[in-house]
């Protein structure tokens, strides 16, 4: 079975900082995606970032970019230049490739970016 | 364009009713989820649908009943509430491969 972890459960920044959100995942498959959504108060979920595991390029997006290690199982989220809309609970998910469209979630983190 | 909706957005409800929470989508993807979340446990797959007609269990589906008979509604219901089943329910759509996209959420509570 497919398991994601996220570590701290919460993390606080000042505004125009950089933050790194933590993620590890356990599985034995090769073919697989990894996502971030963020749930900001509304409880809207987002997706903020998608990595596809058999590319090698970490994506990209604007201000968030990640740090995806395949060895290591780990994909980190990094939010630069962090703004007070970025004040959300941050949920680390995996999906298998090949058909099998179930996410897999990690617990979550909430983030706190101060003024 | 409305996207994906659900509804009601908040439900009260007693201990044995049966609740029925509506999932619309317009895209015409052919997946859709059912998801809880619940504090310290992220969201949970309930059940999941690759079509009209097909269905099948996700993580944590004692409880409920899901049916998808038309391919934009994914009805979930909850034969007989329990307590447990205080939660917010999230719905998701996607297509085959690629990112789900998720509704607004259902705030549930079970008396």
């Known amino acids: 079975a497919q398991t994601v972890t996220q570590s701290q459960p919460e993390m606080s920044v000042q505004e125009a900082e950089t933050v790194t959100l933590s993620c590890t995942y356990d599985?034995?498959?090769?073919?697989?995606?990894l996502f971030w959504y963020k749930q900001p108060p509304s409880r809207q979920m987002i997706l903020v970032i998608r990595?596809?595991?058999?590319?090698?390029q970490n994506a990209t997006e604007n201000r968030f970019s990640v740090n995806f290690q395949k060895a290591a199982k780990s994909f980190s989220l990094k939010i630069s230049d962090s703004q007070l809309g970025d004040t959300a609970m941050y949920f680390c998910?995996?999906?298998?490739?090949?058909?099998?469209?179930?996410?897999?979630f990690g617990k979550g983190m909430k983030l706190t970016v101060n003024p | 364009d409305a996207g994906i909706t659900q509804s009601p957005r908040y439900k009260i409800t007693e201990t044995g009713r049966q609740v029925t929470l509506m999932c619309h989508q317009t895209?015409?993807?052919?997946?859709m989820f059912w998801y809880r979340q619940d504090l310290g446990h992220g969201l949970r797959l309930i059940y999941y649908?690759?079509?009209?007609?097909?269905?099948d269990k996700g993580e944590v589906p004692d409880g409920y009943v899901v049916s998808r008979s038309k391919t934009e509604n994914f009805p979930l219901t909850l034969e007989s509430a329990t307590r447990s089943q205080t939660s917010v329910y999230f719905c998701?759509?996607?297509?085959?491969?690629?990112?789900?996209?998720f509704g607004p959420g259902t705030r549930l509570l079970v008396l």
């Open positions: 998701a759509s996607s297509r085959l491969a690629e990112t789900q996209y």
């Open positions: 599985t034995s498959e090769n073919n697989y995606y």
């Open positions: 990595q596809e595991a058999y590319k090698q």
């Open positions: 998910a995996f999906r298998i490739g090949g058909g099998s469209e179930k996410l897999v």
């Open positions: 895209w015409s993807h052919s997946y």
């Open positions: 649908s690759a079509a009209a007609d097909i269905t």
